[in-house]
Each structure stands twice: as C-alpha cells, then as structure tokens.
C-alpha cells in the first residue's frame, strides 16, 4: 500500500487548504482511513478518521473546523482545513486501515504551517 499526501505549506491564520492523500497498490478491502497530525517535540495524534461505512470521528480540537471525506472508489481521501490556527502547525499523514489482515500504511507527510 502507497499513500501520496499533499496540500500542505505556508498558510494563514483563518485559512482554509485542503489536504489530499491518494492511495495506490494493494487496495481491496480499506477499514478505515485516517488523518493524523505531529506537531515539532510532540506525539503523533488522531485528527480525523472516517470508516468504509461513512461514519466519521475528529479529535476535539478540530471538530466544528476540519471535515474528512473520500471518494467512491475510497482510493482518495481528503482533509478540508478550516479557520486554522498555530495549533495546527505540523506534519500531516494519512494512514489507511485494512480488513482481513491485509496491508496497512502510512503516507510520507505533508507539512501545514500556519502563521499568524
């Protein structure tokens, strides 16, 4: 499994990018896909996730803000970044979740850096 993250860069206080991640390979049977975020000297953390059926999750911090969605084909999925703040500085990775014990994995990142 291959994951393309893109999207990021420099953006404004209150912007709103979109961040993008395309998944490829051995793609028969996604869970889940998520998106995750680390900030510089923190943990890597749960932002938003949504299942094969629809249903959607968001850390508290973003919820009200950040809306995830994907494709039909659930080949993309995507980030749609609300009225950010320096909060949510930091490298940005889509993870997608299999069934049946099949491949999982982890896009490369994408860099957000909000300033004010």
């Known amino acids: 499994v291959q994951l393309q993250a893109s999207g990021g860069g420099l953006v404004q206080a209150g912007g709103s990018p979109r961040l993008s991640c395309v998944a490829s390979g051995d793609i028969l049977a996604i869970d889940s896909t998520g998106w995750y975020r680390q900030a510089a000297g923190k943990q890597r953390e749960l932002v938003a996730v949504i299942t094969s059926s629809g249903t959607t999750n968001y850390a508290d911090s973003v919820k009200g803000r950040f809306i995830i969605s994907r494709d039909k084909a659930e080949t993309t999925a995507y980030l749609q970044m609300n009225n950010l703040n320096g909060d949510d500085t930091g490298v940005y990775y889509c993870?997608?979740?299999?069934?049946?014990?099949?491949?999982?994995?982890w896009g490369q990142g994408t860099l957000v850096t909000v300033s004010s």
């Open positions: 993870n997608v979740q299999q069934r049946y014990g099949l491949p999982s994995g």
